[in-house]
């Protein structure tokens, strides 16, 4: 049983498209993290969010506490947003990762 | 300020070996944490330094160690290497522990 479900496990849009990705999870937990992975292995923390809706650039994470469900949202997707993305959460002393959503962008 | 920065970025080890991987955090980050992913199993937490103490440990066998020194710099040991050690094995500091993590750009480590 994984405590992070990720949704679509890949994804192709066309530049300009909004994309969804989707995350659930089944523990009780402090915060979740947005994490983009690039080719080569590099990972940068997009958000880390305990409650609500943040947003930077064109990307937006919202999450439901209630639903222990959130969401990672591009809009006018680029091809350089082609990377993995994963979800992440902490409970009190441990991570839990998803297995990652492989998005690419198509000009 | 310089990024997080690991040592080194590719090694190559045979099974029942032993390795130690390096991690130096952002200056003036305390916590430092360890990952490994693989294909098969993805990103899994390892565990989580801060100010020389272990703070958390994820689900892995006493084979795999680590510790923090005191200017917040941070080492991993994996002893007798078996081959599904073979990973990438990922660093992340932060200020404090619940804070942002920032990830290095990780070790490949491939046991034969």
């Known amino acids: 049983k994984n405590e992070v479900e990720q949704s679509p496990q890949n994804l192709t849009a066309q530049e300009g498209e909004f994309i969804t990705i989707n995350c659930s999870y089944s523990v009780g937990i402090s915060a979740l993290h947005w994490l983009q992975q690039h080719p080569g292995g590099g990972i940068v923390s997009l958000f880390m969010?305990?409650?609500g809706k943040k947003k930077h650039g064109r990307l937006i994470a919202t999450i439901n506490i209630q639903e222990k469900h959130s969401s990672l949202h591009i809009t006018a997707s680029h091809p350089r947003d082609s990377a993995v993305y994963i979800c992440?959460?902490?409970?009190?002393?441990?991570?839990?990762f998803g297995t990652g959503t492989s998005l690419t962008v198509i000009p | 300020k310089a990024g997080v920065t690991q040592t080194p970025r590719y090694l190559i080890k045979t099974r029942g070996q032993q390795v130690t991987l390096s991690c130096s955090p952002i200056?003036?980050?305390?916590?430092v944490s360890w990952y490994q992913q693989t294909p098969g199993q993805g990103l899994q937490f390892l565990f989580e330094?801060?100010?020389?103490?272990?703070?958390n440990k994820g689900n892995f066998p006493g084979r795999f160690s680590g510790r923090q020194f005191s200017n917040s710099r941070s080492e991993m040991n994996v002893s007798t290497l078996e081959l599904g050690d073979s990973a990438l094995y990922l660093c992340a500091s932060a200020m404090e522990s619940r804070d942002t993590q920032y990830f290095g750009p990780g070790t490949r480590l491939t046991v034969l």
């Open positions: 200056s003036g980050h305390r916590s």
């Open positions: 330094y801060f100010s020389e103490t272990q703070r």
């Open positions: 992440a959460v902490r409970t009190g002393n441990q991570f839990y």
């Open positions: 969010l305990s409650s």
